[in-house]
């Protein structure tokens, strides 16, 4: 390790050495991790990658940690499904599932993000840490920082789903539900953070977090054989994931460990929260701040912070941007469980109905690889579908009822 240079400004390019901040203090723009990238050209190898163990750690040089993790080092290699009934089902010829909501521990990508920034949170010495969260980054911050010996305070909107909540007071973490939407926790927190002085992963440790998000495309790649797809379909909330696929196909590009792609990445959104989607479609640069109204809590986030950058990559790719309504969401959950046997949450709801859409409108050819983000677990917003699911036969411990049940109303079709 010790590839890391520093921190950069993506807008002005001042550079800043490896320290807990997230904006320039001449332009206030966004700080980004950079790398030797001469220097790792001579590292980094294929081979040396898969003859590691299969966690994010495998990418260990292009993760801003200067020793071996201390946090999450099961993290990451989750599988990427072949999803040829899905691929029949919407009518093209190569999909893959990249399958997050089995990611370890705490079902969904944020886990990624969380074990890079707990691990730079130790080497900077912080005892605390903290988050402001749609619910996921809540599990990932209470499950990795209860395994890494940190206390952690954790904000999330009061009104998320039980199992998000469930899922972050198990480890025994600080919780505080505020009276507002995620974008008003995030200010609170950005005023906590300047006082207390504590680690929030997405906020002065942002730069860090992020890079976790890069593992997420490394994994698709180097599961495919070494190979780039041709289309990506990200869900977004604030636009870092999808940023960060990109940097990280990349990346990969820079170090020879693929040839040079072109790949289009896709940005997902639900209609009742699509500030990036809605820029993208009308063609405009910046977004306008929204106020969210949709079940994908994971994704609603009015004013994101990588908006304009997730724009940007689109843009540059050469993809778009769709949006999802939340019966089309709950469609998008039901189509991936019922042809892969894969449960996602409202998030992943939204990337395939998405998904769905652009091969539907011509704009995802139907003859080309395509890639869809699956970033977390079914089982933590089951709010979402309560209503729309089949409940089960309620029966007597009868042979006689069950036959009754079966010819009557299970048995399909011949005689
Ligand atoms: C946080 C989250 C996202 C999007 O993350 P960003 O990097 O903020 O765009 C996607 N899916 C799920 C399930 C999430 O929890
Ligand atoms: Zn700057």
Known sequence: MGYVKGLICKECSKEYPKAPIHVCEFCFGPLEVTYDYEGLKNIVSRELIEKREPNIWRYAELLPVDNPPTIGRH????????????????????VYVKNDAVCYPSLSFKDRVVSVALSKAKEF????????????????????????KLESFIFIPQDLEQSKILGT?????NLIGIKGSYDDVNRLCSEIAEKFGWAFV?????????EGSKTFGFE??????????????????????????????????????????????????????????????????????????????????????????????????????????????????KLLAETEGIFTETAGGVTVAVTRKLINQGIIPRDESIVISITGNGLKTQE????????????????EDFEELYYEKLKKGGS
């Open 125 to 148: 010495g912080f005892k605390t840490v903290a988050c402001a969260s749609t619910g996921n980054l809540a599990n990932a911050v209470a499950a990795l920082s209860s395994s890494g």
């Open 75 to 94: 993290v990451g290699f989750t599988p990427l499904v072949r999803a040829n009934n899905l691929a029949r089902a919407l009518g093209v010829r190569e």
């Open 220 to 333: 698709i790649i180097e599961q495919l054989g070494w190979r780039v797809p041709k289309h990506i379909v990200v869900p977004m909330a604030s636009g870092s994931l999808l940023t960060k696929i990109w940097k990280a196909i990349k990346e990969f590009e820079i170090l020879e460990l693929v040839d040079r792609t072109e790949t289009k990445i896709y940005g997902a959104q639900a209609q009742g929260c699509s500030p990036i989607a809605t820029a993208v479609k009308n063609g405009w640069d910046f977004f306008k701040p929204v106020k969210p109204q949709t079940i994908a809590k994971s994704l609603a986030i009015g004013n994101p912070a990588d908006g304009y950058y997730a724009i940007n990559v689109i843009r540059e790719s050469g993809g778009w941007s769709e949006e999802a309504t939340d019966e089309e969401i709950v469609e998008g959950i």
């Open 202 to 210: 997405n906020i002065n440790m942002r730069p860090y977090y992020a």
């Open 384 to 399: 979402a579908i309560l209503n729309s699911i089949s409940k089960p036969h309620i029966i007597e411990a009868r042979l």
């Open 169 to 173: 007071s198990i480890y025994g973490a």
